[in-house]
Nanobody, 123 residues
Framework: QVQLVESGGGLVQAGVSMRLSCAASGATAISYSIGWFRHAAGSERESVTWISRSGSTKYYANSVKGRFTISRDNAKNTVYLQMNSMKPEDTAVYYC????????????????WGQGTQVTVSS
């Protein structure tokens, strides 16, 4: 069993930065790769980024490439999402998920989810 807790959301103005954290607990948390998804009102859940178990492989959606950076600290069982140059279209509830096997951009393949954290970017 893996528990995920997101933190760091809030309200920011366009152009600034924000960092989200995803703290994982459970004996096998380190054996999962982690993805961040976001769900904006009126839209489907969207894959944002993903990081492998070791942190050596990463994926970014085109909409955030060059602005967002995912990283993980396995000693702390925490994955970070650094969001720079934020835009109003980044407004959404952000979720982290843990996946052991499957397609990293497919939310259906994820095994565990956090509760989500709201990110709102004002123009």
């Amino acid at each position: 069993q893996v528990q995920l807790v997101e933190s760091g959301g809030g309200l920011v103005q366009a152009g600034v930065s924000m960092r989200l954290s995803c703290a994982a607990s459970g004996a096998t948390a380190i054996s999962y790769s982690i993805g961040w998804f976001r769900h904006a009102a009126g839209s489907e859940r969207e894959s944002v980024t993903w990081i492998s178990r070791s942190g050596s492989t990463k994926y970014y959606a085109n909409s955030v490439k060059g602005r967002f950076t995912i990283s993980r600290d396995n000693a702390k069982n925490t994955v970070y999402l650094q969001m720079n140059s934020m835009k109003p279209e980044d407004t959404a509830v952000y979720y982290c998920g843990a996946i052991r096997n499957g397609i990293y951009y497919s939310s259906n393949d994820y095994d565990y989810w956090g509760q989500g954290t709201q990110v709102t970017v004002s123009s």
